[in-house]
């Protein structure tokens, strides 16, 4: 399990659209979808402000970043932004090295292997002194 949250990769705050500011990003395309590129019929047909570079991409929440989209167009790229978005996490936590590692460290909690107070090693599922644990098992250094 990585032991980071999976919410901090560079998402940037959504703020509330006010109807002065849809219509300005309607006018952006004069109701063109920034997805499909035809035409949105603004009466009949459901359209949102799109952000063109996801939020979770790390796309600005201005004007510059945003545009109209039909509704059935702005699920389906969503749903592409969020499998994007999960993989950008995925890789993120691996170059910080935040995942767990691969290898556990020689005789760590992780280990299948203890040491023992006499300085012998044995599983660690074994108990305490138990004098032929560490035989048999191919483990040598
Ligand atoms: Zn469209």
New binding site residues.
């Given amino acids: 399990m990585p032991f980071v949250e999976s919410g901090d990769v560079g998402t940037t705050r959504r703020r509330p659209l006010s109807p002065r500011r849809r219509l300005q990003v309607w006018e952006k395309t004069g109701g063109v ?1 920034v ?4 035409r ?1 019929d603004g009466v009949r047909e459901r359209w949102i402000v799109e952000h063109i570079r996801a939020l979770e991409l790390g796309g600005a929440d201005d004007l510059s970043n945003l545009g109209p ?2 509704e ?2 702005a699920l389906a790229k969503t749903k592409e932004d969020h499998r994007r978005a999960a993989q950008a996490k995925r890789q993120k936590v691996r170059h910080i090295g935040a995942d767990a590692p691969k290898r556990p460290l020689p005789f760590g909690k992780a280990s299948r292997w203890k040491r023992t107070l006499s300085g012998r090693s044995c599983r660690a599922s074994e108990g305490h002194g138990s004098r032929n644990a560490a035989r048999g098992d191919g483990w040598r250094r």
């Fill in positions: 979808c997805l499909c590129a035809r949105i989209a039909h059935a167009c």
